[in-house]
């Protein structure tokens, strides 16, 4: 319950930064300046889609496994839990890599992008946590 409530922040973030780059929301409100910077930037597309679209997909991914996760049949199975944390790990390995572009590359901070990559830690570390705790045996 606890990734899906991390998910569900998560995609809250994403869906916020995404209505900005795509023009519906006008002012991002970070107090620094820096969210702008990294939204504007040349980093926040990858293969033409804006970041935070990939990151809204990538939380509503996480989202629908978790609840499907939490389902009587399934909640104690491994499977699931680890759908989650291989999914849960590719979002943290591509969110240290734009931590990277953000601190180093464009040398700002946006604090929505550490608001999400705390959530995304968060979610890959219950993640890991969960499925330690299944039964090796069950599929």
């Given at each position: 319950m606890a990734t899906a409530v991390l998910a569900l922040a998560g995609l809250f973030i994403s869906l916020y930064l995404w209505l900005h780059r795509v023009g519906i929301i006008?002012?991002?409100q970070c107090g620094t300046g820096g969210c702008e910077q990294?939204?504007?930037?040349?980093?926040a597309a990858v293969a033409g889609l804006p970041v935070a679209a990939v990151g809204a997909a990538g939380y509503a991914t996480l989202l629908v496994v978790a609840l499907v996760g939490l389902q009587p049949g399934l909640a104690a199975r491994r499977g699931p839990a680890m759908a989650l944390a291989v999914l849960a790990g590719l979002g943290f390995a591509f969110?240290?890599?734009?931590?990277?572009v953000e601190f180093f590359v464009i040398g700002t901070v946006c604090w929505w992008c550490v608001g999400s990559a705390i959530l995304i830690t968060s979610i890959f570390v219950t993640s890991l946590l969960a499925l330690r705790e299944?039964?090796?045996s069950s599929p």
């Open positions: 006008g002012t991002l990294v939204q504007t930037s040349p980093y969110t240290l890599y734009l931590k990277y299944r039964d090796d």
